[in-house]
């Protein structure tokens, strides 16, 4: 019988997180607690911060069939304190969320559960909940990351190294973080059959005849808009389109008759874009972050077939033979000239043979192949 898991995690919903995709593909065979997100840094007074502690607040444990019918487990918002500091604002915050779990887990009556956590601020409720394995799941450099209390998320991180069974990590730089006897390397996997079987074009994409270049995910510091705003700038025979909420307090992308800044979409329907823009942008600047980092919608254009230009970062590494990889303006117009050119000449028979070429280098990295893996490192803890 398989170990069932409590899972601390990011908010459920929303864009899918690799913790997500990997969770709902073990919870097919065991019983899922998963707890919404802690937080990594303290609340401040602005707007968003105040909506989120309210809301936080205000919510109880709520059964995930409410919010996505895909992933039939329950989801737990537990009232505690953010990132908590001190010893006793990590103690107190410790026992608030011991005390609101306790009862929650007996009641779903799990089988010797595993611990897994995405999140290093998690450490000090470790071993404190009955289970019978402890899993960290890094993703990302917390020592790098936008938005987060670095020194306390870092000293929460080597505690929670210490007591972790298993350390899973996203990226080969993430990987040299951790203890070689306890690491092991699970990159991210992709819902291909999603991303690749045909779909109708969005109605909402530009319908005048010019190439469109696409780019979905949030509008955040990462993203080199300096690039981005001289691309658009002198590329009007172009669409610029851009699906994601802004993180930023102002608009970094400057307004122009070609660029088309559209908001989140379900990320069900990301396909209906990407699928259809002539190309997909992944513009990032370059810093520690981004060089640790493997984001999932690398794979996800990949399964689209469309080309990709890409600023360089370690993990397009293994499919730079698929990728247009540029490190100035200059790169990138000559990449957006030579897409065009042969947009411009293909036709259906030999565009489905770049889709099909292209998908090829990751078809095999689903993410059912590594829940598979993944499963295998869980029967040996």
Same mark, same amino acid.
Not at 3 to 30: A, C, M
Not at 200 to 221: E, H, N, T, V
Not at 283 to 304: G, W
């Given at each position: 019988?398989?170990?069932?898991l409590i899972?601390f995690?990011?908010?459920?919903?929303?864009?899918?997180?690799s913790?997500?995709h990997?969770?709902?593909?073990?919870?097919?065979? +065991?019983?899922?607690?998963w707890?919404?997100?802690?937080?990594? +840094? %303290?609340?401040?007074?602005s707007?968003h911060?105040?909506?989120?502690?309210?809301?936080?607040?205000?919510?109880t444990t709520?059964?995930?069939?409410e919010?996505?019918?895909?992933?039939?487990?329950?989801?737990?918002?537990?009232?505690?304190?953010?990132?908590?500091?001190?010893?006793?604002t990590r103690?107190?915050a410790? %026992?608030?969320?011991?005390?609101?779990?306790?009862?929650?887990?007996?009641?779903?009556?799990?089988?010797?559960?595993?611990?897994?956590?995405?999140?290093?601020?998690?450490?000090d409720?470790?071993?404190?909940?009955?289970e019978s394995?402890i899993?960290y799941?890094?993703?990302d450099?917390f020592?790098?990351?936008?938005?987060?209390?670095?020194?306390?998320?870092?000293q929460?991180e080597?505690?929670?190294i210490?007591?972790?069974?298993?350390?899973?990590?996203?990226?080969?730089?993430?990987?040299h973080?951790?203890p070689?006897?306890?690491v092991?390397?699970l990159?991210?996997?992709?819902?291909?059959? /999603?991303?690749n079987?045909?779909?109708? +074009?969005?109605?909402?994409?530009?319908?005048?005849?010019?190439?469109i270049?696409g780019f979905?995910g949030?509008?955040?510091?990462?993203?080199? #808009?300096?690039?981005?705003?001289?691309?658009?700038e002198?590329?009007?025979?172009?669409?610029?389109?851009?699906?994601? %909420?802004?993180?930023?307090? #102002?608009n970094?992308?400057?307004p122009?008759?070609?660029?088309?800044?559209?908001?989140?979409?379900?990320?069900?329907?990301l396909?209906r874009?990407?699928?259809?823009?002539?190309?997909?942008?992944?513009?990032?600047?370059d810093?520690?972050?981004?060089?640790?980092?493997?984001?999932?919608? /690398?794979l996800?254009?990949?399964?689209?077939g469309t080309?990709?230009?890409?600023?360089?970062f370690?993990?397009?590494?293994? #499919?730079?033979?698929?990728?247009?990889?540029?490190n100035s303006?200059?790169e990138?117009?000559l990449?957006?000239?030579?897409?065009?050119?042969?947009?411009?000449? #293909?036709?259906?028979?030999? +565009?489905?043979?770049?889709?099909?070429?292209?998908?090829?280098?990751?078809?095999s990295?689903t993410?059912?192949?590594k829940?598979?893996?993944?499963?295998?490192w869980?029967?040996?803890?």
């Amino acid at each position: 019988m398989k170990r069932d898991l409590i899972v601390f995690g990011e908010d459920w919903g929303g864009l899918p997180s690799s913790t997500q995709h990997l969770i709902k593909q073990l919870s097919f065979t +065991r019983k899922v607690i998963w707890i919404n997100s802690i937080g990594l +840094r %303290q609340p401040n007074w602005s707007l968003h911060d105040i909506k989120r502690v309210w809301t936080k607040l205000t919510k109880t444990t709520t059964d995930i069939k409410e919010e996505n019918q895909s992933a039939p487990f329950q989801t737990v918002n537990l009232k505690t304190i953010p990132a908590p500091k001190g010893k006793f604002t990590r103690w107190v915050a410790k %026992q608030l969320i011991v005390q609101q779990l306790k009862p929650i887990i007996k009641k779903a009556q799990l089988h010797r559960p595993i611990l897994w956590t995405s999140l290093p601020t998690v450490a000090d409720v470790c071993g404190s909940l009955g289970e019978s394995g402890i899993v960290y799941y890094c993703g990302d450099d917390f020592g790098a990351l936008a938005g987060v209390d670095h020194d306390i998320v870092l000293q929460h991180e080597q505690k929670l190294i210490q007591k972790s069974d298993l350390i899973l990590a996203a990226s080969p730089t993430l990987c040299h973080k951790f203890p070689e006897e306890k690491v092991q390397f699970l990159p991210h996997g992709v819902d291909f059959t /999603l991303f690749n079987q045909p779909v109708f +074009r969005a109605k909402d994409l530009p319908k005048d005849g010019r190439p469109i270049a696409g780019f979905y995910g949030s509008l955040s510091k990462w993203i080199d #808009y300096a690039l981005i705003n001289q691309i658009t700038e002198i590329n009007p025979d172009w669409h610029f389109v851009f699906i994601g %909420q802004n993180e930023l307090a #102002y608009n970094p992308i400057t307004p122009r008759e070609n660029v088309h800044l559209m908001g989140s979409k379900p990320h069900s329907q990301l396909p209906r874009y990407s699928q259809h823009w002539q190309v997909s942008l992944l513009p990032f600047i370059d810093n520690e972050q981004i060089r640790a980092c493997n984001p999932l919608k /690398l794979l996800e254009y990949l399964a689209t077939g469309t080309p990709i230009i890409s600023t360089d970062f370690p993990a397009l590494r293994p #499919y730079k033979s698929a990728i247009h990889t540029v490190n100035s303006v200059t790169e990138f117009n000559l990449a957006l000239n030579s897409i065009q050119q042969e947009w411009l000449k #293909y036709n259906t028979e030999v +565009r489905s043979k770049q889709i099909q070429q292209q998908a090829q280098l990751i078809k095999s990295h689903t993410w059912q192949a590594k829940a598979k893996q993944l499963e295998a490192w869980l029967e040996a803890l």
